[in-house]
């Protein structure tokens, strides 16, 4: 078995979709497909989640905020997040960068550092400029 351990903001209850939502999830699958391609022999992930709270909230009620399961990841889901990412790969390399929104927001107060690329108020090629200058810096 795979072992993660993931925080979230997600109900983490035993029926909650959080656990569903971990079966399909992409990054689960890949690390799977690396492992099995590699040799290894695994059978599944166990996800150990933290839903973050204040440490109050956590000592009241940590049922609620500490939560380990099995998650049996089947594979077609595997080479569903394969097939994923070749599309991906192919589309970027003609040039389309598809969008993550879920990653778009970034804590409290913060978003992703490329957000302005997506919303059309800054070019790619500014990050670009700022990446050069950074590395004739060091």
């Not at 993931?6 to 035993?14: A, N, R």
């Not at 790969?89 to 879920?102: C, L, W």
């Not at 978003?111 to 004739?136: A, M, P, Q």
Request: a neutral charge; aromatic letters at 8%; glycine letters at 4%.
């Amino acid at each position: 078995y795979l072992m993660e351990h993931k925080t979230t903001s997600s109900d983490i209850s035993l029926h909650s979709n959080y656990w569903d939502q971990m079966r399909v999830s992409q990054q689960l699958c890949l690390y799977l497909f690396v492992l099995l391609e590699s040799g290894e022999d695994v059978k599944g992930v166990w996800v150990d989640a933290i839903k973050r709270g204040t440490k109050e909230q956590m000592l009241a009620s940590p049922a609620k905020h500490m939560a380990m399961r099995s998650i049996p990841v089947e594979s077609f889901d595997i080479e569903s997040a394969v097939s994923d990412m070749q599309d991906i790969a192919e589309m970027m390399s003609y040039g389309v960068h598809p969008k993550n929104t879920k990653s778009c927001r970034r804590g409290f107060n913060s978003h992703c550092g490329f957000l302005d690329v997506c919303n059309k108020t800054k070019s790619i090629d500014s990050y670009k400029e700022r990446e050069r200058k950074i590395s004739w810096a060091k």
